[in-house]
């Protein structure tokens, strides 16, 4: 018995490499992948990757302008160790100034971007914008933990609550 037990928990682990799916289509936005594949990611110098477990890879990029704002600090989360499945949004924050990602949505609401809130009562939670014909919404936290982020999503990509 515990032999079996054995070859069953090494059946387990072998397929525990996350999921395993072809990556989503190429989508830039603002000069960021948005989506797509680890090549993709490491081609626009996303090359800072870092295995934290077997589902799923961080790559990173450093002093990365967006809209003409920043430097901001930016990661895109893979699917799979190896980072096979690719990725489905993009993140930026700044590291010492929270209030730092507030000029990305000064320049999207004159780029005429509308946005509204996911907040109830008293607790605020996502300011998301939207454009027209846009392929992509772009989430601000409002309640945070940490470091304030703003993620660049799909539109394809219904994962996250949206108002």
């Not at 989503?24 to 936005?29: D, G, N, R, V």
């Not at 790559?59 to 990725?87: I, N």
């Given at each position: 018995?515990?032999?079996?037990?054995?070859?069953?928990a090494l059946l387990l682990l072998a397929g525990c490499g996350g999921p395993h799916r072809p990556p989503p289509a190429t989508l830039m936005f603002g000069?960021?992948?948005?989506?797509?594949?680890?090549?993709?990611?490491?081609?626009?110098?996303?090359?800072?990757?870092?295995?934290?477990?077997?589902?799923?890879?961080?790559?990173?990029?450093?002093?990365?302008?967006?809209?003409?704002?920043?430097?901001?600090?930016?990661?895109?989360?893979l699917a799979g160790g190896d980072g096979s499945g690719g990725f489905g949004l993009v993140t930026l924050w700044h590291d010492q100034d929270q209030y730092?990602?507030?000029?990305?949505?000064?320049?999207?609401?004159?780029?005429?971007?509308?946005?509204?809130?996911?907040?109830?009562?008293?607790?605020?939670?996502?300011?998301?914008?939207?454009?027209?014909?846009?392929?992509?919404?772009?989430?601000?936290?409002?309640?945070?933990?940490?470091?304030?982020?703003?993620?660049?999503?799909?539109?394809?990509?219904?994962?996250?609550?949206?108002?």
């Amino acid at each position: 018995m515990a032999r079996n037990g054995w070859w069953l928990a090494l059946l387990l682990l072998a397929g525990c490499g996350g999921p395993h799916r072809p990556p989503p289509a190429t989508l830039m936005f603002g000069g960021l992948p948005v989506a797509g594949s680890l090549a993709d990611a490491k081609r626009a110098g996303f090359v800072d990757c870092l295995q934290a477990d077997g589902i799923s890879m961080r790559c990173r990029k450093h002093r990365v302008m967006f809209e003409g704002t920043g430097p901001y600090e930016a990661a895109v989360d893979l699917a799979g160790g190896d980072g096979s499945g690719g990725f489905g949004l993009v993140t930026l924050w700044h590291d010492q100034d929270q209030y730092a990602v507030y000029a990305i949505t000064d320049v999207l609401e004159k780029q005429g971007w509308v946005s509204c809130n996911t907040a109830t009562g008293d607790h605020g939670d996502q300011m998301i914008y939207s454009k027209k014909g846009a392929r992509v919404s772009v989430f601000m936290d409002l309640s945070y933990w940490g470091k304030r982020r703003v993620r660049v999503i799909p539109n394809w990509n219904r994962r996250e609550r949206r108002c």
